[in-house]
């Protein structure tokens, strides 16, 4: 079955924005496990703008099931992941000012540059995942990285699912497919909601780990967080992987 990994992002942005410490991070992550979640995802950037760096040290002392720290691995971000020792660190391609992920990497261009980066997080037993487009090229460059999974970056089918174009699985279902032959593992994110999660599950082999924060944090406003979770594992329940 497809792990849901719940990126908290969101509820650091809503702390931060009257200051102090609420909503309590650590708590709501601590409750979102108990809700049935199989994951906590964080993305720090080097502003602090939502999640800090002091937030990965704190959730490091809660996490359970599987804590996956998401970046560009500058050279504090790749301190703080060593020092941490996540179950998983994906890399992510962010400039600066990105004010979300909008690209996945150019494996080609960077090979070197990740194939040492990931070396240093797998010598200390961290499992890599790298944040790509749907590019075969890419996807063939990815696995001579090192890496030992690919996270598929899903706006553009969120985006057309949106729109009616359930033809836009396509390109993602062929590169789960190639991905497998190449002996890597995968995971997805970026815009997948209760909306589209499950036609997405159901249509990507071996999908192994979605990480999923706005839209679930969003929906959550509505349905409440325990719901939501248990509405997710039920939409995910009996995909094989």
Do not use: C
């Not at 992920?101 to 990931?118: K, P, R």
């Amino acid at each position: 079955m497809t792990k849901l990994s719940v990126n908290v992002n969101k509820i650091a942005t809503l702390r931060n924005s009257r200051g102090g410490d609420f909503p309590n991070v650590v708590k709501v992550s601590s409750d979102i496990q108990d809700f049935g979640a199989e994951g906590i995802t964080i993305h720090p950037r080097p502003d602090e703008r939502h999640i800090r760096y002091q937030d990965a040290y704190d959730l490091k002392k809660i996490v359970t099931t599987e804590f996956n720290i998401e970046g560009n691995p500058i050279q504090k971000f790749m301190d703080m992941v060593l020092e941490i020792r996540p179950t998983q660190v994906t890399l992510v391609p962010d400039a600066v000012d990105a004010v979300t992920s909008n690209a996945g990497w150019d494996t080609i261009t960077h090979q070197a540059f990740l194939q040492e980066v990931i070396a240093e997080f797998k010598s200390k037993g961290i499992r890599t995942s790298v944040f790509i487009d749907t590019d075969f090229k890419l996807i063939e460059a990815a696995a001579k990285t090192g890496a030992d999974r690919i996270e598929l970056y899903t706006e553009d089918f969120a985006t057309q699912y949106g729109l009616g174009n359930k033809d836009a699985i396509k390109p993602y279902t062929k590169s789960a497919l190639l991905a497998t032959e190449l002996g890597l593992g995968i995971n997805a994110g970026h815009d997948l909601s209760l909306d589209n999660i499950q036609f997405f599950a159901e249509n990507i082999p071996n999908l192994l780990e979605v990480s999923i924060g706005h839209a679930l944090i969003t929906e959550s406003l509505y349905l409440g967080l325990e719901n939501v979770i248990n509405m997710y594992k039920y939409k995910l329940k009996g995909i094989n992987v």
